[in-house]
């Protein structure tokens, strides 16, 4: 069932061994994509593409196949590298226009009404006649256009990319035209997350390699075959985020060997692990009852995972693997003094946090995000940073992923040195009564943490797991412990204008929750309140570039009714004392009730920028939220004896 789409997706007459893919062939794919609902047959049209892709390639090129993936995607680069694409709507309109001869005016009232650029795009081009088909496009050349468009930088840019657009859409034929608009415009919009494709991409390569060894394989096996292929390619993935490495070695070693040839390396930053929230101290001790565990500072900083390559070169990347050495050349310049001569090359978790090198003390994440971001020079530096490190994940060649959390933090400590104001290991303490695991969180909180994070501490359950949040990790915030409950980090859709003095900026928005399983943000709330003018000022300039014409049809709206929509791409951290269910907005819809639920009273906390819209809280943690909430209420009741 995985191949039987293979004569779908093919274009009238195929492709031979060796040629080119025709792009064609992978736009056929994504609109038979995003024309069905159900997952089993997304992902057996996307197998079924990538499989002739792998099938009709000449031995030894990979290019092809990674390419195939990264459009599949609709990213051109490993994240870390960060070629981007996001190509404003006004630049876009006006290569629309210039390719097809339509006028912006004809071209801005159609988006209007179909709420879909790439659509507007494709139908101007179906209503332009043309005496001779244009040269069919490759998947390769589209490719390498895409890219040049991300790079394309400095004088004259804007005016580069509308040429370069303006001669892709010139060659587009049938549905190539809208697939080209959306990747431009950075999202595909054909309900296929990298999961799906990721899912896609092992089948594809089992069932091609089964194909070239002519071996007959049972269902049972074949279906084994198949969970285990994708279940290795995930694996290998969150240990070494790069196509570019990974899937030149999947066609070169095969699925099975994929492994041993692709292990975490220095220079790739690997999707870090993350903790599950917790509520009380008894439910710590519930999970890791007789079980060694260590509890840790978890300090108010920004994520940094420090590596250093063999040949001394640095990288500090963020939590989204964003490459951030430009943003702490400080932490760059201090790293060789934590270093023992023993340490050649290494990746370390750790937290950077802001601090009073004066008198020691910790400040809250807010002076953090002081700093400039990008081109700090270390002599203009106002906020110095120390690192904390909490885990070392690889060590002079050697990966350490599956050894103990204990074997870990041992040569963590064996190989680093503390430079007071500059580098510490996180302070832990592996005491096990709730007495003292309340007095040491009690203790963090004085020292300007957020409170702890408990970890399993030996044995198998301890190894580093890249990119779950885990059961292994728990947070603990003092926020939980005050009944207040973990914040969310929700997507800024919708803007509503303001009042009085407002008048010119936004004065309040609406934000959305992110399903990860059908790629649509649903709506949970209007956040209008505790806002200063200057905050609702600032907002504004970083909203305002973001307006949409029409709503995108990734958003589930329900019945809010914001002035303005945005592209969804900023994440705000937001607290709320209550969750309530609503028939306004579509967060979590299905999950506890037909209603949707939303935030009561949300008060805003900070902007995440480490995190992408799809990083924001997804709807079952919402209903789990609002089960919580419902439980604890239920609960004090009975201790109140009321009804
Ligand atoms: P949060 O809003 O809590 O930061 P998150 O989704 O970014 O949420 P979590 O897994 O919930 O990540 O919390 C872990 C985060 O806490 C890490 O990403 C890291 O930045 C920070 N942290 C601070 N101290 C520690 C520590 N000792 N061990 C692990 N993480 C720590």
Redesign the pocket.
């Known amino acids: 069932a995985a191949l039987s789409r293979r004569e779908d997706v093919d274009i009238k007459g195929g492709w031979k061994t060796g040629q080119p893919v025709p792009y064609a062939a992978l736009t056929k794919t994504f609109a038979l994509i995003e024309a069905t609902t159900k997952r089993l047959e997304k992902t057996a049209l996307l197998t079924s593409f990538l499989y002739l892709v792998i099938q009709r390639s000449t031995e030894g090129d990979s290019k092809s196949l990674l390419q195939a993936v990264y459009l599949c995607i609709n990213r051109l680069s490993p994240d870390y590298i960060g070629v981007e694409l996001g190509i404003g709507e006004s630049l876009l309109i006006k290569a629309i226009g210039e390719s097809t001869g339509r006028s912006i005016a004809v071209i801005k009232a159609e988006l209007k009404k179909e709420g879909d650029l790439g659509l507007v795009a494709m139908n101007s081009k179906n209503s332009q006649k043309t005496l001779f088909p244009p040269k069919p496009l490759t998947l390769s050349f589209v490719f390498a256009n895409l890219r040049e468009i991300a790079l394309t930088s400095g004088h004259s840019s804007q005016a580069k990319k509308v040429s370069i657009i303006t001669k892709l859409l010139a060659a587009c034929q049938d549905f190539e035209a809208k697939y080209i608009v959306r990747s431009l415009e950075g999202k595909l919009r054909i309900g296929n997350a990298e999961r799906s494709v990721v899912v896609a991409l092992a089948h594809a390569a089992v069932l091609a390699e089964k194909d070239k060894a002519g071996k007959k394989w049972s269902k049972e096996k074949l279906t084994a075959r198949l969970e285990e292929g994708a279940n290795t390619i995930k694996s290998v993935y969150s240990e070494l985020p790069s196509y570019d490495e990974v899937i030149p070695a999947l066609l070169k070693f095969g699925i099975q060997d994929l492994h041993a040839q692709c292990k975490l390396t220095p220079g790739v930053p690997l999707k870090?692990m993350?903790?599950k929230?917790t509520k009380a101290i008894g439910e710590v001790l519930d999970r890791f009852e007789n079980k060694p565990f260590t509890c840790?500072?978890?300090?108010?900083?920004?994520?940094a995972q420090v590596h250093r390559l063999a040949d001394g070169t640095v990288g500090v990347f963020s939590?989204n693997s964003e490459d951030m050495s430009k943003k702490y050349p400080d932490l760059v310049e201090q790293l060789p003094n934590c270093i023992k001569e023993s340490t050649t090359s290494f990746v370390l978790?750790a937290?950077a946090v802001a601090i009073d090198r004066t008198t020691g003390k910790l400040m809250p994440f807010q002076e953090l995000s002081r700093r400039k971001r990008k081109d700090v020079k270390v002599e203009d530096i106002q906020v110095r940073v120390c690192l904390?490190a909490?885990?070392l994940l690889y060590l002079n060649g050697e990966p350490l992923l599956k050894k103990s959390l204990l074997e870990r933090r041992e040569l963590l400590r064996e190989h680093f040195q503390v430079v007071p104001g500059e580098f510490d290991f996180?302070k832990s303490s592996d005491s096990e009564t709730v007495d003292e695991i309340q007095t040491f969180l009690e203790q963090s909180v004085k020292d300007g943490?957020?409170g702890l994070?408990v970890?399993m501490l030996d044995t198998d359950a301890s190894f580093y797991e890249p990119s779950r949040?885990s059961i292994n990790?728990l947070?603990l915030?003092k926020d939980y412990l005050a009944g207040v409950g973990?914040?969310l980090?929700l997507v800024v859709v919708g803007g509503y204008y303001g009042k009085g003095k407002r008048t010119n900026v936004y004065g309040a928005f609406l934000l959305a929750c992110y399903d990860g399983d059908s790629e649509e943000f649903q709506t949970i709330c209007k956040i209008g309140t505790g806002f200063s003018e200057e905050v609702l000022q600032s907002h504004y300039d970083v909203l305002k570039p973001l307006e949409l014409t029409k709503v995108r049809g990734d958003i589930k709206v329900g019945g809010a009714k914001p002035d303005v929509w945005f592209e969804p791409q900023i994440v705000w951290?937001v607290l709320t004392a209550d969750l309530s269910l609503s028939p306004v907005y579509t967060a979590a819809q299905g999950l506890v009730e037909e209603r949707g639920i939303s935030l009561r009273f949300p008060r805003f906390v900070r902007i995440r920028d480490?995190?992408g819209a799809d990083d924001a809280t997804g709807p079952e943690q919402v209903a789990e939220m609002y089960e919580n909430q419902a439980l604890a209420q239920s609960k004090s009741k009975k201790k109140t004896g009321g009804d």
């Open positions: 870090p993350l903790a929230p840790e500072y978890k300090y108010d900083g920004e994520r939590r978790d937290e904390f909490f885990d996180a943490c957020e994070m970890k949040r990790w947070k915030k973990d914040s980090d951290e480490d995190k």
